[in-house]
Each structure stands twice: as structure tokens, then as C-alpha cells.
């Protein structure tokens, strides 16, 4: 279950919002909400509450919360609409409210909310609660999760059942199949040479008066919860939860507020990734609310997933939000702002290029540059024209000697390629015989060549349409030179310098099983001097 179009009318913050996510190619997996401290992210997340709550328990959370808690003028009523990626939808005013439970199964919305760390487990005997029910949730969004110490509960009670009641009690068998998830999940997220930072090595319900006995083997030290860290307990306290429940919360929307409380950015990063991509299914949605980088940065990384951007926004007007362009470097404004990071990195210039090949130009060690990967060229050069304290590198494609020139005069924090792309950097024949010292180089040759001419109709017709696309070549109507024949030409070329400047590198372009018996890596390839001797030349 997915959400593809959200609107909340006279609800807490906001007179009139929609986060509409349905022009996206596919729902997003994951949909984070970015801004500052209290700019309504978590709103949304009381709407989604109040409907699980109805459909839980009949009420969305106390007899007067519609009054006093969810509308915004007491004189109207507020109303929730959604539709999902089924085709269905849920439309509610507040005095229909009651009718939830006929459109909705129990499952549809799960959340928790920011105020669920344990900082020291207390429960000296167990309960009665039903989780099936969700019993044990928090009557309101803004009231404390204390579901913690009962997921504690369920597992050892499972663990138990196991012991009791099977014909082939095998602790081995039965760590694998309680703790070894939470201990991969431990490892993923905080690293490690040969054992895990973090492992959970043993699990005791609270009994005879004492505290549940929850241990952790850290270093050589085996601890209890109680010692470890803010951080680690809350990675403890999510994994646990969805661990114990997630065979109940399947086609759910899960939303979970401030999922990176006292987590640094690296751990961000791997704590959303790891929930994203192992806990929860396919068949579900998790909504999550941040200004943190690490968050921000692994949404930015994934194709399944959309950022909404609630900073700066006056609520008292109607707003329709759509998902943040991914290229943009915007969006990590509200976690690191601009000014801050030309600060951090004044004595380096920020040059961006296109899609992820930062990580390697960044091997090349160059003295003075950081490089910082957006999406494709026409990010890196908008990017570069609307600020100049950027710099941009980016492909050459189907641009011409002259059109290079002139770009280049007119944005001087602007540098692009000699070559088609990135890749003909790497596959040069030259920096190949660098690598590979018996490299046969005119065999080579003859062998792009072939591929170039097989190619070469196809290849012609699409020049037009991909240089329209180019918004450096558009921008400036000097820039652009008003035929492609020259381009044309030098492509039907035979000689190579002059059709290789044009003819891309690409995989889905060059068939690399001609020299796949070498195991080349990208990593080995920016190694050489000749490469970071290209790439440097461009800033000379």
C-alpha cells in the first residue's frame, strides 16, 4: 500500500495542504518530509494517527481531540483526504469520522511517534496487552511510545514458546532465528572488522521482581542495555519493534517521526537505508520526518523515493507540494547551509558533476578541489549560473570545439570535457596501455571503431533532439552553433582522436566484452597519470 495524494483541510497547522506524488513514475518507497523545527512535518503524521486510532479504538484520540487538538479553526470542520496506488480512496470530514473501520483494514497505518526512547527499562513484571489490537499504543501522536519494553516482552515470550512447546529445543537454531536479524541489521548500520560494534547476546523477561535483562556484547565487554548510548538505543528500539511486529503491519503505511534522534550523519544514513531496503516490505510505504544530511543524502540516492519540503512555508495559504528535484543541492539547505559549507570547504572549490562519478574524480586527490556529485549536465550548469561560488565539470556529449570555447568564456567556473563523457576517459586506449603495458592499442583501436560504425545511423539520428535537451547550449543564443553538421562529420570520421571525441564510452554504448579478460576496475582507471592529467588540464 502506497499513498500517491495526500490533502488536510483545517487540520493543525495547515488551512489547506497536498502532497501530491502522484506524477512520480512509480509511489515511492520512501517519502521524506525535510524542514525545520516546527515547520508542520509531524502534522501530517497526526493525521495518519488519527485515522489509525479510529479505525483501533473508534476514536482518533479523546473525546474533545477533534476540538482541541486536531482543527485548526474551531468554527469549521477539517477534513483528510487520501488516495492510495490501489485505485482506493479515503475521504473523511470530522464528523464522519466514525465510519473509518468500513474502508480500512486494522494494518493500513502504523507509527511511531518521537518520544519513544527508554532510557532505562523499568517494568519489573509483565502485562496483559493484545498486539494484535495495538493495544499498546500512545492514545495521541504527542503522548510517549512506550512500546518499547513490551517488544522486549513479545520476543522473549516467542523465544519461550519455542523452548516449551517444540519437539527439537536447539539454542542455536533459536539465536538464529531471534537475534541473528537484529545482529545483521547491528552490523550494517554500525560497522565492523571481524565482529559486530554492537551484537545482542541475550534476552530475559522481567521476572521475579527484576527488570528485563537485555545484553549486549560490546569490544570484549558485554553490557547492559542501560550503559549503551542515546544512539544505540534508539537503533535497538526501532529494529526491535519492527522485528516483533512486522508479520502484523504488512501493505502498511509506516510513518515514523525523527527516525535520527542522536544518530551522527554517518549513522543516518545507514539506519534509514537498512529500514528502507531489509524491514520494510515492498508492499509498504514509510513516511519519515528529518533535517538531518545523512537522511537527506540516502533519499537523494535512491530512484524510490520522493523529498517534500515543508521549510519556509506560511500555512495559513494553501499549498500543493511536489517532490523535490533530487539534483538540486537545495535540499540540503535546511541541514547544512549553504554559506556553511563554502565555510567548511574554503580553502577548496566545490565542483560538481554529473551523477555519481564525484567519488572518483575525487581519487585523483587534486589539491584544491572537492567534487560533489548532481544528476546530469544541465544540474551541474544551472547550478554553476545561478551561483558562482560553484564550479561545474561536466560531459562534453554532441558539443562542438567552438561551442566549448565560447561556454567556457561565458561561465569561467564552468569545465567540460575534451571527450564524449567520463567513460572515454577511462577506456582511452592511452590509459589502458598504462594499466596493461602489452595492451595492443591499434587492435583496440580498430575495435571501436567497428562498434562506432555499426552504430553510427543510429548515433546521427538522435544528435538534435540530445543537444535541445543541453541547457548550456540554449541558454545563450551565441553559445550554440546553428548546424550539427560538424559534428556529423567528425563522428563519420575513421579517424580515431576525431570520432572518439563524439562517440560515447558508455556501456550501453560500447560493448566492453573486448576487454572484460583485464577485470578493469573505475577505481584502477582514474589511477593513472594520464587520466588525472586530462582532468587536471581542465582547470589550468
Same mark, same amino acid.
Given at each position: 500500500?502506497?499513498?500517491?495524494?495526500?490533502?488536510?483541510?483545517?487540520?493543525?497547522?495547515?488551512? +489547506?495542504?497536498?502532497?501530491?506524488?502522484?506524477?512520480?513514475?512509480?509511489?515511492?518507497?520512501?517519502?521524506?518530509?525535510?524542514?525545520?523545527?516546527?515547520?508542520?512535518?509531524?502534522?501530517?503524521?497526526?493525521?495518519?494517527?488519527?485515522?489509525?486510532?479510529?479505525?483501533?479504538?473508534?476514536?482518533?484520540?479523546?473525546?474533545?481531540?477533534?476540538?482541541?487538538?486536531?482543527?485548526?479553526?474551531?468554527?469549521?470542520?477539517?477534513?483528510?483526504?487520501?488516495?492510495?496506488?490501489?485505485?482506493?480512496?479515503?475521504?473523511?470530514?470530522?464528523?464522519?469520522?466514525?465510519?473509518?473501520?468500513? !474502508?480500512?483494514?486494522?494494518?493500513?497505518?502504523?507509527?511511531? *511517534?518521537?518520544?519513544?526512547?527508554?532510557?532505562?527499562?523499568?517494568?519489573?513484571?509483565?502485562?496483559?496487552?493484545?498486539?494484535?489490537?495495538? /493495544?499498546? @499504543?500512545?492514545?495521541?501522536?504527542?503522548?510517549?511510545?512506550?512500546?518499547?519494553?513490551?517488544?522486549?516482552?513479545?520476543?522473549?515470550?516467542?523465544?519461550?514458546?519455542?523452548?516449551?512447546?517444540?519437539? +527439537?529445543?536447539?539454542?542455536?537454531?533459536?539465536?538464529?532465528?531471534?537475534?541473528?536479524?537484529?545482529?545483521? *541489521?547491528?552490523?550494517?548500520?554500525?560497522?565492523?572488522?571481524?565482529?559486530?560494534?554492537?551484537?545482542?547476546?541475550?534476552?530475559?523477561?522481567?521476572?521475579?521482581?527484576?527488570?528485563? !535483562?537485555?545484553?549486549?556484547?560490546?569490544?570484549?565487554? =558485554?553490557?547492559?542495555?542501560?550503559?549503551?548510548?542515546?544512539?544505540?538505543?534508539?537503533?535497538?528500539?526501532?529494529?526491535?519493534?519492527?522485528?516483533?511486529?512486522?508479520?502484523?503491519?504488512?501493505?502498511?503505511?509506516?510513518?515514523?517521526?525523527?527516525?535520527?534522534?542522536?544518530?551522527?550523519?554517518?549513522?543516518?544514513?545507514?539506519?534509514?537505508?537498512?529500514?528502507?531496503?531489509?524491514?520494510?516490505?515492498?508492499?509498504?510505504?514509510?513516511?519519515?520526518?528529518?533535517?538531518?544530511?545523512?537522511?537527506?543524502?540516502?533519499?537523494?540516492?535512491?530512484?524510490?523515493?520522493?523529498?517534500?519540503?515543508?521549510?519556509?512555508? !506560511?500555512? +495559513?495559504?494553501?499549498?500543493?507540494?511536489?517532490?523535490?528535484?533530487?539534483? /538540486?543541492?537545495?535540499?540540503?539547505?535546511?541541514?547544512?547551509?549553504?554559506?556553511?559549507?563554502?565555510?567548511?570547504?574554503?580553502?577548496?572549490?566545490?565542483?560538481?558533476?554529473?551523477?555519481?562519478?564525484?567519488?572518483? #574524480?575525487?581519487?585523483?586527490?587534486?589539491?584544491?578541489?572537492?567534487?560533489?556529485?548532481?544528476?546530469?549536465?544541465?544540474?551541474?550548469?544551472?547550478?554553476?549560473?545561478?551561483?558562482?561560488?560553484?564550479?561545474?565539470?561536466? +560531459?562534453?556529449?554532441?558539443?562542438?570545439?567552438?561551442?566549448?570555447?565560447?561556454?567556457?568564456?561565458?561561465?569561467?567556473?564552468?569545465?567540460?570535457?575534451?571527450?564524449?563523457?567520463?567513460?572515454?576517459?577511462?577506456?582511452?586506449?592511452?590509459?589502458?596501455?598504462?594499466?596493461?603495458?602489452?595492451?595492443?592499442? =591499434?587492435?583496440?583501436?580498430?575495435?571501436?571503431?567497428?562498434?562506432?560504425?555499426?552504430?553510427? @545511423?543510429?548515433?546521427?539520428?538522435?544528435?538534435?533532439?540530445?543537444?535541445?535537451?543541453?541547457?548550456?547550449?540554449?541558454?545563450?543564443?551565441?553559445?550554440?552553433?546553428?548546424?550539427?553538421?560538424?559534428?556529423?562529420?567528425?563522428?563519420?570520421?575513421?579517424?580515431?582522436?576525431?570520432? #572518439?571525441?563524439?562517440?560515447?564510452?558508455?556501456?550501453?554504448?560500447?560493448?566492453?566484452?573486448?576487454?572484460?579478460?583485464?577485470?578493469?576496475?573505475?577505481?584502477?582507471?582514474?589511477?593513472?597519470?594520464?587520466?588525472?592529467?586530462?582532468? /587536471?588540464?581542465?582547470?589550468?
Amino acid at each position: 500500500m502506497h499513498i500517491t495524494h495526500l490533502q488536510l483541510a483545517n487540520f493543525k497547522r495547515f488551512t +489547506d495542504l497536498t502532497i501530491d506524488l502522484s506524477r512520480l513514475p512509480m509511489p515511492p518507497k520512501l517519502v521524506l518530509l525535510i524542514g525545520a523545527n516546527g515547520s508542520g512535518k509531524s502534522s501530517v503524521f497526526d493525521a495518519f494517527e488519527a485515522i489509525a486510532n479510529t479505525i483501533k479504538r473508534g476514536t482518533p484520540g479523546g473525546a474533545s481531540a477533534f476540538d482541541t487538538y486536531y482543527e485548526k479553526f474551531l468554527n469549521d470542520q477539517f477534513y483528510i483526504n487520501i488516495i492510495f496506488d490501489s485505485g482506493k480512496s479515503f475521504y473523511r470530514k470530522r464528523d464522519e469520522f466514525d465510519t473509518v473501520k468500513k !474502508d480500512l483494514p486494522f494494518n493500513t497505518f502504523y507509527g511511531r *511517534s518521537s518520544l519513544r526512547q527508554i532510557p532505562k527499562l523499568t517494568k519489573k513484571s509483565t502485562e496483559n496487552f493484545n498486539l494484535a489490537a495495538d /493495544s499498546d @499504543r500512545p492514545r495521541q501522536y504527542i503522548e510517549r511510545d512506550n512500546r518499547f519494553e513490551n517488544d522486549i516482552e513479545i520476543l522473549t515470550q516467542k523465544i519461550l514458546e519455542e523452548v516449551f512447546n517444540g519437539s +527439537d529445543f536447539d539454542s542455536k537454531k533459536l539465536k538464529e532465528r531471534y537475534l541473528e536479524p537484529i545482529n545483521q *541489521s547491528l552490523f550494517r548500520i554500525f560497522g565492523g572488522l571481524e565482529a559486530p560494534l554492537l551484537e545482542l547476546v541475550s534476552l530475559k523477561p522481567p521476572l521475579g521482581g527484576n527488570v528485563a !535483562d537485555v545484553r549486549f556484547r560490546k569490544g570484549v565487554s =558485554e553490557i547492559h542495555y542501560d550503559l549503551l548510548s542515546s544512539g544505540e538505543k534508539e537503533v535497538i528500539n526501532i529494529l526491535l519493534n519492527l522485528f516483533v511486529r512486522r508479520d502484523t503491519y504488512n501493505n502498511t503505511i509506516y510513518f515514523i517521526d525523527e527516525l535520527d534522534l542522536h544518530l551522527n550523519t554517518k549513522l543516518q544514513y545507514a539506519l534509514l537505508k537498512e529500514i528502507t531496503e531489509n524491514w520494510i516490505p515492498d508492499n509498504c510505504q514509510l513516511w519519515t520526518a528529518s533535517h538531518s544530511f545523512g537522511f537527506i543524502e540516502y533519499a537523494r540516492d535512491i530512484e524510490n523515493s520522493a523529498i517534500i519540503d515543508f521549510d519556509s512555508l !506560511d500555512f +495559513d495559504e494553501k499549498h500543493v507540494l511536489l517532490p523535490e528535484s533530487k539534483t /538540486s543541492l537545495d535540499i540540503f539547505d535546511v541541514a547544512v547551509p549553504k554559506d556553511t559549507i563554502f565555510k567548511l570547504f574554503d580553502d577548496k572549490q566545490i565542483v560538481l558533476c554529473e551523477n555519481k562519478n564525484d567519488k572518483f #574524480y575525487n581519487l585523483l586527490d587534486l589539491e584544491d578541489k572537492l567534487f560533489v556529485g548532481v544528476n546530469d549536465k544541465n544540474s551541474v550548469f544551472m547550478s554553476i549560473r545561478n551561483d558562482s561560488r560553484y564550479h561545474g565539470l561536466m +560531459d562534453r556529449d554532441f558539443m562542438t570545439d567552438g561551442e566549448i570555447e565560447r561556454a567556457e568564456k561565458k561561465y569561467p567556473n564552468l569545465h567540460i570535457l575534451r571527450y564524449y563523457c567520463f567513460e572515454n576517459y577511462l577506456y582511452h586506449p592511452k590509459n589502458l596501455y598504462e594499466l596493461i603495458p602489452d595492451f595492443d592499442i =591499434e587492435a583496440y583501436q580498430q575495435e571501436i571503431l567497428r562498434q562506432k560504425q555499426d552504430k553510427e @545511423r543510429k548515433i546521427i539520428y538522435g544528435i538534435k533532439q540530445a543537444r535541445d535537451s543541453f541547457k548550456v547550449l540554449n541558454e545563450h543564443e551565441k553559445i550554440r552553433e546553428r548546424k550539427d553538421d560538424l559534428i556529423i562529420d567528425h563522428l563519420s570520421s575513421n579517424d580515431f582522436e576525431e570520432f #572518439y571525441k563524439f562517440f560515447s564510452m558508455k556501456e550501453k554504448s560500447f560493448n566492453r566484452e573486448y576487454i572484460a579478460s583485464y577485470n578493469l576496475k573505475k577505481e584502477d582507471l582514474v589511477s593513472t597519470d594520464w587520466f588525472k592529467e586530462q582532468i /587536471s588540464q581542465l582547470f589550468s
